[in-house]
């Protein structure tokens, strides 16, 4: 059974930063590339970031461009993303998802397993 484990969340001042981690089991991590969406209280889930299955090709949302990045550990089986100069408008549970031998992938649709997430709250 395939489990992934979000972790990292918080409350944080506008200008911090957070580093989110998701922890997989049950799959073969080193052959599904990994996402990361985000959904804020009556909005659409919305893509983040995403990071190819050897690691070596990473997309982000024109939003968190600059500000975000993606990276992955295979031996740990965990994938992370740092959040710098974090905004209000980052708000939202963020969800980790696997993609196999995913690249550049930024629909939901596109991913097979999802995390139950972690709260992100950003403060003005």
């Known amino acids: 059974q395939v489990h992934l484990v979000e972790s990292g969340g918080g409350l944080v001042q506008a200008g911090g930063s957070l580093r989110l981690s998701c922890a997989a089991s049950g799959l073969t991590f080193s052959r599904y590339g990994m996402g990361w969406f985000r959904q804020a209280p009556g909005k659409e889930r919305e893509f983040v970031a995403t990071?190819?299955?050897?690691?070596?090709?990473?997309y982000y949302a024109d939003s968190v461009k600059g500000r975000f990045t993606i990276s992955r550990d295979n031996a740990k089986n965990t994938v992370y993303l740092q959040m710098n100069s974090l905004k209000p408008e980052d708000t939202a549970g963020y969800y980790c998802?696997?993609?196999?031998?995913?690249?550049?992938?930024?629909?939901?649709?596109?991913?097979?397993?999802w995390g139950q997430g972690t709260q992100v709250t950003v403060s003005s």
């Open positions: 998802a696997a993609d196999l031998w995913g690249y550049d992938a930024n629909s939901p649709d596109q991913y097979e397993y």
């Open positions: 990071i190819s299955w050897r690691g070596l090709s990473t």
